[in-house]
């Protein structure tokens, strides 16, 4: 059979020469290997001071998103709950009450809004459903949790900081990958 | 009657007293922090960082280690022999204790104006003391196997013994062949002849270097570590301990290797000899007491070179497979080392001529 690379070797069944029986020369060359790797660079990150930096493309947890006025956008259309694969999106859609002007973009709003992140497998067909660029992921993970109920998130939990009421951590959830999207 | 009472040398009892706590303390401290060494050792062998969290550069990791250990469910199994399965870990932990007794740790101190040596006692048979304490060393693994009751244990602690008993022969042979050098079996002695002239590791170098392999294979470390084989029989005689019962199997372990690097060093290396330097002139200018302290001091740097050895090899190369420990042993070892004990004796009777 034709190998399919150049790097297969038949295995050797030599017996063993005088050096190599003698062991002790072949000891020192490993031992020598070992010595050179103390200088080599460390693989490690030290993950609390040192992160890894994320991908661009990286999909992690989901940010509900609102618009410059700082009005949020989702409209409770469902949209991400059907694409979604693993079933991982609830929602109950609301109608908007004069008045409420300044808290929801359209007519209709998601009174409540969850996603289970047990469930979710981070594929990102939510954020492609979406019409009206209210969902998109960020780069972060969830953090582990105890218990089952504290990893269903809640509206609170997904959704931005005011961007009028504090900016800097507005831009910082915003990320990299909501402004590829209004560049959209 | 009351005066031969009193007159019994009470600075002499406290004095050997004080020595062997301070012995004892050190030897415990550094076999702590040999484990550190071992993790950082390995991490840096392995492009890792080892432990660094607890404490500075995570030297507080052994005390956390230890903690640990102490707050471990003790476990005896109920078909274990209970007498034989506690004294398992306590006489392991002894032997590796005892061998610090004939050890010179430096020269001469000077305290309230009398010589204090650095040495718990200079018995003439110094070597054959090491020698003796370090084949009771064997029974912490039979023991130890023995008593757990359980065939991986007790297929180790067989393996363990008989490599022990094995290669304490050709270590002896080696040993045979320095002493026929030295002519005295007294630690000081042969201390104080390399202090004079030059190491025996010059005279000895096979000697050396076989006296090292079963060094090696005595402290059950790989590429001998046989009896505690992790993969094949479960970490082997040590398997149904728990808690500090562990730990005193791991830090026996520990010790010895700090024991045995202090023996190469002592018998082979010089002892506390400073290296490249006149003892006499040195002693003149800086006092009896600096003296005893810096020889110390190059005493732990050559045993620190030797502990680093054995966790480098240790990092590198596999275990040996049964049949090629014993034939390494029986086949190489003990043909070689008695050759280099012939050639000594012929070399010793054409200069004496």
């Known amino acids: ?184 | 009657m009351q005066v031969v009472l009193l007159a019994f040398d009470w600075f002499f009892l406290i004095e050997k007293l004080v020595l062997i706590i301070g012995i004892i303390s050190v030897s415990l401290v550094i076999a702590m922090y040999e484990t550190y060494a071992e993790r950082k050792v390995a991490a840096v062998m392995q492009d890792r960082r080892g432990p660094n969290r607890a404490g500075p550069f995570g030297i507080l990791q052994p005390l956390a280690d230890g903690l640990k250990l102490f707050m471990k469910e003790e476990i005896i199994p109920n078909t274990s022999n209970r007498m034989l399965f506690v004294l398992g870990p306590c006489l392991a932990m002894l032997t590796a204790m005892m061998t610090s007794a004939v050890i010179p740790w430096g020269g001469n101190i000077e305290v309230f104006g009398r010589q204090v040596s650095l040495q718990i006692t200079d018995i003439n048979i110094g070597i054959l003391y090491v020698f003796g304490v370090v084949s009771m060393g064997v029974y912490g693994i039979m023991i130890g196997g023995w008593a757990s009751n359980n065939k991986f244990s007790l297929l180790a602690a067989l393996r363990g013994a008989s490599q022990v008993i094995s290669y304490e022969l050709p270590m002896g042979l080696s040993l045979i062949a320095l002493l026929m050098l030295t002519g005295s079996l007294k630690m000081s002695v042969i201390v104080g002849q390399q202090m004079d002239g030059w190491y025996n590791v010059l005279y000895q170098p096979l000697g050396f270097l076989i006296f090292l392999i079963c060094a090696f294979a005595e402290c059950n470390r790989t590429p001998f570590d046989l009896p505690e084989a992790e993969n094949e029989l479960n970490f082997g005689y040590h398997q149904e301990y728990s808690s500090m019962k562990l730990g005193f199997y791991l830090f026996a372990e520990y010790i010895n290797m700090f024991i045995s690097s202090v023996i190469m060093a002592t018998l082979f290396w010089g002892g506390y000899d400073i290296p490249f330097v006149n003892d006499a002139a040195l002693m003149e200018r800086i006092g009896q007491n600096w003296m005893a302290l810096l020889q110390g001091l190059c005493l732990f740097a050559k045993t620190a070179i030797f502990i680093f050895l054995f966790m480098w090899v240790r990092w590198t190369i596999p275990r040996f497979r049964y049949d090629q420990l014993m034939n390494l042993c029986w086949k190489r070892l003990i043909p070689l080392a008695l050759f280099n004990m012939i050639l000594t004796a012929a070399v010793v009777l054409w200069l004496k001529k």
Not at chain 1, 54 to 63: A, E, M, N, Q, Y
Not at chain 1, 71 to 95: D, H, K, Q, W
């Open chain 1, 1 to 184: 059979m034709q190998s399919l690379t150049s790097r297969a070797r038949p295995v050797e069944r030599k017996p063993m020469t005088f050096v190599e029986r003698l062991y002790l020369w072949n000891i020192w060359k490993g031992m020598m290997i070992t010595f050179r790797h103390i200088f080599k660079r460390k693989a490690t990150i030290s993950f609390p001071e040192q992160k890894r930096p994320f991908s661009p493309v990286f999909r992690g947890l989901h940010i509900l998103n609102r618009d410059e006025e700082g009005r949020e956008r989702c409209t409770a259309c469902g949209l991400c709950a059907v694409a979604c694969p693993a079933e991982a999106i609830t929602m109950e859609a609301a109608e908007r009450l004069p008045g409420e002007e300044h808290l929801y973009r359209e007519e209709k709003y998601a009174a409540k809004y969850e996603i289970n992140m047990l469930r979710c497998i981070f594929c990102g067909l939510c954020e492609e459903a979406c019409p009206k660029d209210a969902i998109y992921l960020s780069e972060t993970f969830a953090p582990s949790n105890y218990q089952r109920k504290g990893l269903i998130y809640g509206k609170p939990d997904l959704l931005i900081p005011d961007p009028k009421e504090n900016p800097e951590e507005y831009r910082k959830a915003l990320g990299n990958r909501a402004k590829k999207q209004e560049a959209n």
